[in-house]
């Protein structure tokens, strides 16, 4: 099983409010990711959890605060966001292991910020 | 740091037909090259990946070739049908554990029947 889910599918926001987006995997990995997808365009890297620590965080805004719980959970909390961060945000999982590269991705949360 | 380069970024092709997706890299420690599939509405879907390695790999209907030398990796998709449409990304990283990819910008292949 290799499958990565994502909560809610679909998300509305005001600039003015909080929220949360959602991400599980069950498949053991220890290196868990958030990407943002704008439309026609590939995944961009927003940050990186290993053993639960973030690893990397690339130069993304204060707006998004990242939180990995426990080795299975990765949560992305929003707030004040502006209509530019409209997007696809997409969770990945892998295995961390230099044999095991294989990077499995969920099925996204598409936001919209009014 | 890594740069992806994807050609070509639209590709038609009649049912029955082969494609071929090509992606070339820059930076030679990359050593994992995955390929993704994200139909409308989805996230991307791991179809096939290769190792530096070794220089070919095949599952069924799809297959990847690699060439260290000269930094390109090509995705190959012979008998196509109409559900092989979709965005298909190329991708590299150095696997130093978790791996970082670096993804070209994506062919949008149609399948016509």
């Known amino acids: 099983d290799t499958e990565v889910t994502q909560t809610p599918k679909h998300l509305v926001m005001g600039m003015t409010n909080k929220k949360s987006l959602k991400c599980e995997q069950h498949?053991?990995?220890?290196?868990m990711y958030w990407y943002k997808q704008k439309a026609k365009k590939p995944p961009e890297l927003m940050f990186v959890?290993?053993?639960?620590?973030?690893?990397i965080n690339e130069s993304v805004p204060s707006r998004f605060s990242p939180e990995c719980p426990n080795s299975s959970l990765l949560n992305l909390h929003l707030h004040a966001l502006q209509p530019e961060d409209s997007a696809l945000y997409l969770c990945?999982?892998?295995?961390?292991?230099?044999?095991?590269?294989?990077?499995?991705f969920g099925p996204g949360t598409r936001l919209t910020v009014t | 740091g890594e740069n992806v380069e994807q050609h070509p970024s639209t590709l038609s092709v009649q049912e029955g037909d082969s494609a071929v997706i090509k992606c070339t890299y820059s930076?030679?420690?990359?050593?994992?090259f995955p390929w993704y599939k994200q139909e409308l509405g989805k996230g991307p879907q791991l179809i096939i990946d290769?190792?530096?390695?070794?220089g070919e790999k095949k599952d069924q209907r799809i297959a990847v070739t690699l060439n260290k030398t000269a930094k390109h990796f090509s995705l190959h998709i012979t008998e196509t049908q109409p559900e092989d449409s979709a965005v298909y990304f190329c991708a590299a990283s150095f696997n130093s554990g978790y791996s970082t990819l670096t993804f070209g910008k994506g062919t949008m292949l149609l399948v016509s029947p």
């Open positions: 959890y290993s053993y639960e620590k973030l690893s």
């Open positions: 290769i190792r530096s390695n070794v």
């Open positions: 990945a999982s892998s295995p961390l292991d230099r044999g095991i590269p294989e990077q499995y």
């Open positions: 930076d030679s420690a990359s050593n994992y």
């Open positions: 498949m053991g990995h220890r290196a």
